[in-house]
């Protein structure tokens, strides 16, 4: 049946059972590309019929669905005519894991980072009506996404606009690790509640809310009601905000949830509709360990192991050390939001549960809880990726950096990730951090040095950014050599070979060192004499030795994995101008002032570093 689906115009003739046949088409189709590709496998599984009953009750030709994260949307892709195409999924120059909008047309607004939803599609309601147009706008928002203050901000707003609009609340019990926080107990209270369903569904406290209708009398039955019910029935919050809300409804039964979208659409004022799914819905393996099947890599589909053997890589170095430090330094404590597993920080909270905090999808909360712990005594380390850092960026500045807190704060993912694209590339931390004074901003060019650069941070009691990349180190490049860590200070992990004229400097930071010394290997096969100074510090930046190594050098290479503006390469210029340096033949390597689309990280770095 999935062969003659091109549209959700096609969607929409089929009857109920047909529908049902065809989710199950979908979720084989979507296992054997994830299987294949990688990529967010739990999440779409959920979503194959609540995506099938939107394509079937809304038309995306004029109606608006905005994916919260957006990770979830491979159901969608296949409905708006890229099923062939979804085999390219996360590929250089395939479809994407998120929604594009340079895409497909029924993409309509680029998502990625979480909890955004609300405020995109209330940004779209508030100007269809200020254009007087008519049509639908949808958030499906699922409940880790809603643990984000920016959804918390959006549905304030929503709820206070009367703003024709509905949020669906995709409500699995899980982020990415199952759920947390007081919300998530509220939703909990919500979920047991007795199911929607057709039958029961309680149609005076919609009526009213259809213009023209029944509305004085009703009206006041609600009134009553409502002030028992405060009491009793938690679902009151999201009314009492302004919500109408609709559920819980069984997200697996479609003939329900097109029931309940169908109903929400009658509504003229904002609809909160709550959605019961289960992660990895269809797939034993994934629905037994859906945190593991969040995001995958290609994998088998029999055992669900991956077809890559694991390696080591930054993230579970950094996690290590952490709880070898963390062993006798009592007073450290670690904050994750919602990325316990991919941060690396599973082994310190089962070894220091008391000290582990997870805190929601909340990046800019976890950022101020770490100040307001460090004002007092502790020593928070904060690993967030690059790409969500952007998020706590007036946090680190207002909260921890004026203040000159000791706050560690960890950026895992910098520079290029590859597969998940432009949203999730990190490489602009090292510009934004670098203009925030007080900060000291490190990158480790190896294991070790991450080791030691997280010891050093923790003794600093300073505010202080330590950036390092997905994955492992150079297998190409081993540094025998560490020498030992002082604040501001380069390591020379290549000199020259004295009697030559020809001398070539290369100046590079954490990845980029081992880069720097494959090029030194080239450069000195061409006949020139090669330094390779590892900077370690991007701020406080070692300027003596960068002056003396222009001063002995015909050319000087700068190398780092990030972006052009105000990175290494810029600090360099900074130095050459204020120093007066002349005649000065300088080349840089890094990545242009672009948003860098998905591909493998080796294709992308070919194409662009
Ligand atoms: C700002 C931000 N922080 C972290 C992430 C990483 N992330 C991607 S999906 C996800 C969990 C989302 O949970 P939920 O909204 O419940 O959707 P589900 O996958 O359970 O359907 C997280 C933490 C992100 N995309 N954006």
Redesign the pocket.
């Known amino acids: 049946m999935l062969e003659e689906i091109n549209s959700p115009e096609d969607v929409k003739k089929l009857n109920d059972q047909e529908k049902k046949q065809l989710a199950e088409e979908i979720r084989k189709y979507i296992l054997e590309i994830v299987s294949e590709n990688g990529g ?1 496998l ?2 779409n599984l ?2 194959v019929e609540l995506t099938i009953a939107l394509h079937t009750v809304f038309d995306v030709s004029k109606d608006k669905i905005i994916w ?2 957006g ?2 949307t491979y159901v969608h892709k296949i409905l708006t005519g890229r099923r062939e195409a979804l085999k390219t999924l996360r590929k250089l120059n395939g479809i994407a894991g998120f929604p594009k909008t340079r895409e497909s047309e029924t993409d309509c607004f680029n998502t ?4 955004t939803s609300i405020s995109a599609a209330l940004g779209m309601a508030r100007a269809r009506d200020l254009k007087g147009e008519d049509h639908s706008v949808i958030a499906v ?6 643990t ?1 203050g920016m959804a918390l901000e959006a549905l304030n707003d929503t709820g206070f606009s009367k703003c024709k609009m509905t949020v669906i609340l ?3 019990e ?3 690790s199952p ?1 947390i926080g007081g919300l998530n107990k509220f939703l909990s209270k919500l979920r047991t509640k007795k199911l929607y369903t057709k039958s029961n569904i309680s149609a005076k406290k919609i009526i009213w809310k259809i213009p023209g209708i029944g509305k004085p009398t009703v009206k006041i039955i609600q009134r009553v009601k409502r002030s028992i019910k405060q009491l009793i029935i938690p679902k009151m919050f999201f009314e009492d905000i302004g919500f109408t809300y609709l559920g819980p409804v069984d997200g697996h039964n479609i003939t329900e949830l097109e029931n309940i979208l169908r109903l929400s659409k009658q509504v003229e004022t904002p609809v909160l509709i709550h959605v019961l ?1 289960k ?1 990895g819905k269809g797939y034993e393996i994934a629905e037994s360990s ?1 945190d593991k099947f ?2 995958t890599g290609p994998f088998n589909i029999s055992t669900g192991e991956p077809k890559k053997e694991k390696t080591s890589d930054y993230s579970k170095i950094f996690g290590d050390k952490l709880v070898e430090l963390a062993e006798v330094n009592k007073n450290i404590v670690a904050i994750t ?3 316990k597993d ?1 941060t690396g920080l599973s082994k310190f909270q089962k070894m220091f549960p008391e000290r582990f905090f997870d805190i929601g ?1 909340a ?1 800019q909360h976890a950022v101020t809880l770490a100040a307001g712990m460090a004002k007092e005594g502790i020593t928070p380390v904060v690993p ?2 690059s ?2 850092y952007q ?1 706590a960026y007036d946090q680190v500045i207002h909260d921890i950096a004026i203040q000159n807190l000791p706050v560690v704060l960890c950026v895992d993912r910098a520079g290029l990730v590859g597969a998940d694209g432009e ?2 590339q990190g490489l602009l931390d090292m510009a934004f951090f670098r203009l925030v004074p007080n900060l000291t901003i490190m990158a480790p060019k190896d294991f070790k040095e991450l080791e030691d650069m997280l010891e050093f941070a923790i003794n600093l009691k300073k505010p202080v950014v330590i950036r390092y990349p997905r994955g492992g180190e150079s297998n190409e490049v081993k540094f025998e050599k560490h020498e030992k860590m002082q604040l501001g200070k380069v390591e020379f992990v290549k000199n020259f070979n004295e009697k030559s004229v020809d001398k070539v400097s290369i100046i590079a930071i954490g990845k980029a060192v081992a880069k720097g010394m494959k090029l030194a290997e080239n450069l000195e096969k061409e006949g020139k004499d090669v330094q390779v100074i590892n900077t370690r510090f991007l701020k406080p930046i070692d300027r003596n030795a960068i002056v003396e190594a222009i001063k002995q050098s015909q050319k000087i290479i700068t190398m780092e994995d990030g972006t052009i503006i105000n990175g290494l390469a810029t600090a360099v210029k900074e130095i050459i101008a204020e120093e007066k340096l002349t005649n000065i033949d300088l080349e840089t390597h890094a990545y242009p002032d672009k948003f860098i689309e998905h591909g493998s990280v080796e294709e992308l770095e070919k194409m662009y570093w």
């Open positions: 967010h739990a999440s959920g979503v919260d994260v990770h979830q990625g980072h979480s909890s928002i699922g409940d880790g996404a809603l984000g995709n409500d699995n899980m982020s990415i759920n799914t992660k859906p969040h995001a939001a919602s990325m991919g999808i990046e967030i990726y790409s969500f998020r949203t999730h």
